[in-house]
């Protein structure tokens, strides 16, 4: 209990107004967060969880391109800015190929990020924040993948934010457990791309 009294006050405190976040290029390591999901994604929870670490080479990797336009990140030339943005030299194989192993790495990035927090903390309580980073960062950490389009954000952020603060202080052990099993079996019962909503009953779900 103690450990979740931890995490609600350390949310509280990081639960700023969210249409007033700006959003984070992802070659800048930040900790954590990439505009309005930083509320939920503190850098860390008072000696529970630390994911400095891991948030920081999640940046590096998003960043990866930002500075390239050749080799595997030519696709950039493709989105807005570039110098074929809007051609039909878009359109063939090529970089629809490199835009394909764009959001393969981008996958590869998320899935490294939750590992790296799971290895590098012991504690049930950082190991359901881990999937929700992977899991949020899907969108709300979209626009910091250089040259690729975000997914937008859900159309209530705030209401989107209180469910995983919800959860993440007063979901139960079995909730936990069910939630990490479910990830690990390849089976989630949860998509973050939808609106979420939490109750005490059924820990969080779906809308």
Known sequence: MLIRLMIFVFLCIFNTDLKAASSVGGSEPNGCGSGWNAPFVPDKIFAVCDFTQACNEHDGCYGKCEKSLVGNCEYRRC?????????????????LKLMNAANIRREQCDIDLQNKIISTNHNKVCSVVAIVYRKAVRFAGDQAFVGIDPIP???????????IEDF?????DKQFNDFIKAEQQGVPDVD????????????LKNK
């Open 79 to 95: 989105r807005e800015g570039g110098d074929l943005y809007g051609k039909s030299e878009c359109d063939n194989v090529k970089f």
């Open 153 to 163: 954000a859900p159309p209530e952020p705030k209401q989107y934010n209180k469910a």
């Open 168 to 172: 993440l202080t007063f979901g139960t």
């Open 192 to 203: 973050f791309q939808r609106e979420l909503i939490f109750t005490h009953e059924n820990g």
